[in-house]
Every structure is written in structure tokens, then in C-alpha cells.
């Protein structure tokens, strides 16, 4: 019974370069969340997807940032161009409906380094 | 608009004595709240959640959370803390009929000394 699972969990790249990040959520869950995490900045929300859709994006960047959720395979997060500001966790969740009402469900993160 | 509020950044508690994390949160409509908590290098663990019901809420590892609306309060409590419970937890809302996307507050850090 796999959690959420990310990879790669820690992810170093140099500026300019491309980070893609993939997640899988929960057997049954159709409801992808990303976010991403500075510290002592809490948790920030970026997008939100399900399969083939994206529902919310409004906490994503304009540039460089994307986000997909094909009908197979993972959820993919991607950065173009990385800057040293993109350096954060990111964390993925899924949910098994997307009400008010249902918890999400964490994956263990992937650490971005950029140097 | 809604916002959390997690007043404290640190808590400090020895063990056996009981806990509790701050939460107040501000909301236009019916709130959702649930809270979290991350060990290092983790996710977010879901702890439990208030959606309707009774204002007391039970959830994972002994921990409790109690709704108050009068205060907009969702304070999460614990009788007796231990030394594994030291981690960072978050409280997060979502409105009742608004966005499906929770709002999470900064994280308490939570200290449990020996």
C-alpha cells in the first residue's frame, strides 16, 4: 500500500539548467497538489491538477514553471532555466476527491539545490 | 479570503506535561480545519480534521484539536506530550464552498524535552 511517492528525493542542479520533478500519488487518488516549501516560510501552494486538467494554478510562477498530470504515468512539476531562488522543497500530495473535506496526502519531498 | 494563523514558532513542553499548538485562522464563509505535522526530512502526516459535528475533535497519536468559533480558534492539544512528538505541525482551512485549496499556516515547532 504505497504513499505518495516523489523522485528523485534530492535533485542538484546549476542555473540555467532544466529540474523535473515527478510525482505518483496514491492508488485510487486522482487529485495532484503541489507546493513548495522555503523555511520558516510554511507551505506554499502552487498547482493544482487532475488527470489531464489542470484545476488551479494560481499560486505557480508565470515563467519557467509548468505542471502536467498525464492520463499514465506521474504528475510532473517542471522548472526551466532554474535560478538559485528556486533552491526550496517541493512536495507533492493527492487526495482521494478533491472536496473541502478530504485530507491530503504527502509525499517525503524533493530537495532542489541550485548552484 | 481566508488565513491561518499560528501564533507561536516554537513551543517548548517536557515530557508528561500536556501540549498545545496555537491556531487561529480568518474566514468568509464555513471553515474546514485540519492540522498536520512534519518530522524532518518528511511530508505533511495528516493528524485530523473539524468539518461539522462536535467541537472536539480526536485524531492520530493522542492528539486533539478543540473548534471554537466564538474565538476562530483551532487549538491542538495533547495530555501528556512525549519526546517523539517533537516535530513541525501546521494548521491549515479550506472554506465550505469556496476554493478546494487549504491554507496553511507557518508551523509551530514543537519541542518535547526529556
Known amino acids: 500500500n504505497a504513499g505518495v511517492m516523489q523522485n528523485p528525493r534530492h535533485l542538484v542542479r546549476r542555473r540555467g539548467q532544466e529540474a523535473r520533478l515527478r510525482c505518483s500519488p496514491m492508488?485510487?487518488?486522482?487529485?495532484v497538489y503541489w507546493y513548495r516549501q522555503l523555511p520558516e516560510e510554511g507551505l506554499k501552494f502552487m498547482v493544482y491538477l487532475q488527470k489531464e486538467n489542470i484545476i488551479d494554478e494560481s499560486g505557480m510562477p508565470k515563467e519557467r514553471f509548468s505542471a502536467e498530470f498525464p492520463k499514465e504515468g506521474p504528475s510532473i512539476l517542471r522548472i526551466q532555466q532554474v535560478v538559485r531562488g528556486d533552491s526550496a522543497a517541493y512536495f507533492c500530495?493527492?487526495?482521494?476527491?478533491?472536496?473541502?473535506?478530504?485530507?491530503?496526502?504527502f509525499g517525503p519531498g524533493t530537495r532542489l539545490t541550485v548552484l | 479570503a481566508q488565513s491561518v494563523a499560528q501564533p507561536e514558532d516554537q513551543v517548548n513542553v517536557a515530557e508528561g506535561n500536556p501540549l498545545t499548538v496555537k491556531c487561529t485562522y480568518s474566514v468568509s464563509g464555513n471553515p474546514y480545519l485540519f492540522w498536520y505535522v512534519q518530522y524532518p526530512n518528511r511530508g505533511l502526516q495528516f493528524l485530523l480534521k473539524?468539518?461539522?459535528?462536535?467541537?472536539l475533535v480526536k485524531g492520530s497519536y493522542g492528539f486533539e484539536a478543540e473548534f471554537n468559533k466564538s474565538q476562530t480558534s483551532f487549538h491542538l492539544k495533547k495530555p501528556s506530550a512525549l519526546v517523539s512528538d517533537s516535530a513541525l505541525y501546521f494548521c491549515?482551512?479550506?472554506?465550505?464552498?469556496?476554493?478546494?485549496?487549504?491554507?496553511f499556516g507557518r508551523g509551530t515547532s514543537l519541542i518535547v524535552h526529556p
Open positions: 492508488k485510487g487518488h486522482s487529485h
Open positions: 500530495a493527492s487526495s482521494l476527491a478533491g472536496g473541502h473535506m478530504n485530507e491530503q496526502f
Open positions: 491549515a482551512v479550506v472554506i465550505s464552498g469556496g476554493s478546494y485549496i487549504p491554507t
Open positions: 473539524y468539518i461539522t459535528g462536535d467541537n
